[in-house]
């Protein structure tokens, strides 16, 4: 099954960008659907963006829409969430995920994340003020 380890991580002054990574291994990325979620302490994980395996279709959180940009090289087996116009609010752990190629055709897999088979550590962002 495939593994996915995040990286990229820290810490940022609002309106700043940072460049979040996910490499998988295991198993090739071009079977599923992958995904950002992010969860911050005392709150429920949320959905930020998810890319289809073609990386032809994405959807993204109403909270990072025009600033948050799904990127996947399938050949590289990586996937990168590109994060603009960084705000305090958006400080969180963020998570990739990986699950079944079927999710990434509605936008409502952003609010199921337990729909996701397979998940990574984290990698926490810290945007100041």
């Known amino acids: 099954q495939v593994q996915l380890v995040e990286s990229g991580g820290g810490s940022v002054q609002a309106g700043g960008s940072q460049t979040l990574s996910c490499a998988a291994s295991?198993?090739?990325?071009?079977?599923?659907?992958l995904a950002w979620f992010r969860q911050a302490p005392g709150k429920e994980r949320e959905g930020v963006a998810i890319i289809a395996i073609s990386g032809a279709l994405s959807y993204y959180g109403d909270s990072v829409k025009g600033r948050f940009s799904i990127s996947r090289d399938n050949a590289k087996n990586t996937m990168v969430l590109q994060l603009n116009s960084l705000k305090p609010e958006d400080t969180s752990m963020y998570y990739c995920?990986?699950?079944?190629?079927?999710?990434?055709?509605?936008?409502?897999?952003?609010?199921?994340?337990?729909?996701?088979?397979?998940w990574g550590q984290g990698t926490q962002v810290t945007v100041s003020s």
């Open positions: 995920a990986a699950g079944g190629s079927g999710l990434c055709y509605s936008s409502s897999s952003l609010l199921r994340p337990g729909a996701f088979a397979h």
């Open positions: 295991g198993d090739s990325i071009n079977r599923y659907c």
